[in-house]
């Protein structure tokens, strides 16, 4: 188990003694991520377990393939830092867990639209400041908010949304009946124009890596708000610091940024602090930044738990 985090080890403990001891799995957890420097440490293991950040690509898995590990469990829904294509030219295994508590995410999302509404207040009553001037806020209620991908966690976020009566938009190439009762479908430019708060639900894949950018930016209404749960990739974060700078975006929520290598590593964690990118945005009062930390509920970490010891199961009968 790669880029093991103490959470980690306890709840794949716990479920391993609760449901699996059939399997008879043994773990070795390591706190470092999984890269050239580390694959010998999972020498003589059948599998590696992995996270959102740990770097599988086509030398790791040659490297991993060579001393006779077939299998990849990743501990995430994304899989985007995964060689999909060298794995099954491999021949191994590889799964991610899908499903896992969408909710997680999606209230995550939506706390990040609450909290823009309210940080400022709380960071000048801290300073000793109770001045409202330049606090007005907005009301959710009667708001436009557009969906981008509009999937497990898309849908989540328009059932959350619907009860604050918001109205919902969606771009999404494949359409669900469940979302056509809560909202309309519609193109990204139309959606862009029309809605007052934007939030990113759609995977990382070559068609939506920088889908936000400077040319999709100009349709985006004045002043919006851009939220983004998902992957760091998927917007072109210059253009967006353009954008805030303009105020072309009135705010902005992120919980996943596009150099995440390291993330969740004290040690690692200055270089992200001392990129130049993410120095610039953080300067910005109206920006929210979180570690990528939207799944890190109780409830989820039990689902992932167990849909990793399932997908173990699964490898195991072939
Ligand atoms: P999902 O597969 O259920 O839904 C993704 C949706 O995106 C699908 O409906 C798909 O049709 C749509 N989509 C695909 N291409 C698109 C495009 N070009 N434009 C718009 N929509 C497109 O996935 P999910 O479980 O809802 O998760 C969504 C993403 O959230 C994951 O891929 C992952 O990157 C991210 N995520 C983040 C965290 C976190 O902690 N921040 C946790 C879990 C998942």
Redesign the pocket.
Known sequence: VFSAQPYDKSFLNQINRDHFQSVNVEFFYHISPLSKETVPLAAGCNAVCVFVNDCVDESILGLLSEQGTRGVFLR???F?NVDLKAAEKLGMFVACV??YS?EA?AE?AVALMLTLKTHRAYIRVREGNFNLNSLLGFNMHGKTVGI???????LAVARILKGFGCHLLA????RVEEFQALGSYTELDDLLQQSDIVTL?????D??KH?INLDSLKFLKRGAMLIN???GGIIDTNAVIDALKSGQIGALGL??YVKEAGLFFIDHSFDIIQDDVFQRLITFPNVLVTG????LTEEALTEIAETTFQNFQNFVDG
Do not use: E, K, M, W
Not at 148 to 153: A, T, Y
Not at 171 to 174: A, F, K, S, T
Not at 292 to 295: D, P, S, T, V
């Open positions: 995430c829904a994304g985007n899908p499903a969408p995410v995550f981008v991908g509009v999937g497990r966690i898309g771009y999404d190439p494949y639900h759609c995977p990382l894949i068609s939506t889908l749960t998902s992957r919980d996943v990528h930390q939207a799944f």
